[in-house]
DNA sequence: TATTGTTATACTCTATAACTATA
DNA sequence: TATAGTTATAGAGTATAACAATA
């Protein structure tokens, strides 16, 4: 995430937009992603939440039953990342680990009661603030955007 | 960017395709990014570039003339990130920093003719890491996608 | 008074390596 | 031999505050 500041994030663009950034991929998915996580963030924090612990905590929150190993590879994080990140949940009591009955070395994450909770709550305030940031689209172009996003982000 | 490793990126996605996150546009346009900022410094490593000193460089190669606070705006940096990311190429000899004649407070961040052969040759293998990245998608998809990035990036 | 570039500082995120206990 | 979780560490990116020169 970038610096959040108050004025518009477009003015500098105006004459730029035909710089040579302007058709370039992956500096509109950096950008986009900038805004979003700013805005993900902010909504969060009154939970006590990031962007990150958030993603951990959802999957936590499922059905899955993951392992440390899943959470790593479903977020693109290292798993010494997932550590971290599952040791302030835990301490927090919104996550346990309990250990994988066919297999000793893994731990499979799972919510609380209150970390369903915590999430459930969590999850307003994030949608909240993505249809806010994603006014300007239809419902069919989110639908598209996420079909387009999908496809990037899990490759076949 | 997330670590990069060699087996696929799927895996525990395959277990959770119906994941609460699954439909989270932010989480998608995360892991999304992640996936693209990971190849793109890949790709621009050889040329001793990052994604931030590229797009820094793009604009300074590009026509406009851009002072680092419109450099800041742009790529939504900080203004002090943008003195660090000039102070890198100028080193180097890629960029120059100019008295913006109408504001003597304001530098005018320009490529040298160095900076410029360099940013031709980086563009191009940017150019083609991010076509390995979205050869699953045909060019009108592709076409959309910058579309809608756009309207994320760019919000009126 | 407000803005541009700058310095300084703290925190978060990313990347790598090594270790242990299991498989 | 390989994998799951862990610890440690370094480097890159993000966020704030304050200052001098100029508008």
Chains 1, 2 share one sequence.
Do not use: C, W
């Amino acid at each position: 995430m970038v610096k959040q500041r108050d004025d518009s994030p477009v003015e500098a663009g105006d004459a730029m937009r035909e710089s040579p950034l302007a058709d370039d991929l992956s500096f509109l998915l950096a950008r986009a992603n900038a805004l979003s996580l700013a805005a993900g963030n902010a909504a969060l924090a009154e939970h006590g939440l990031r962007a990150r612990s958030y993603s951990v905590l959802a999957l936590a929150a499922g059905d899955f039953r993951p392992s440390q190993r899943d959470l790593a590879e479903y977020l693109r994080l290292d798993p010494s990342q997932v550590v971290a990140l599952v040791d302030g949940l835990q301490t927090r009591g919104l996550v346990r680990r309990e250990p994988d009955p066919t297999d000793r070395r893994a731990n499979v994450v799972v919510a609380t009661d209150e970390g369903r909770e915590i999430y459930r709550r969590a999850s307003v305030s994030a949608r909240d603030a993505e249809q806010r940031l994603h006014r300007g689209l239809t419902s069919e172009a989110r639908e598209e955007l996420g079909a387009l996003l999908r496809a990037l982000a899990f490759p076949a």
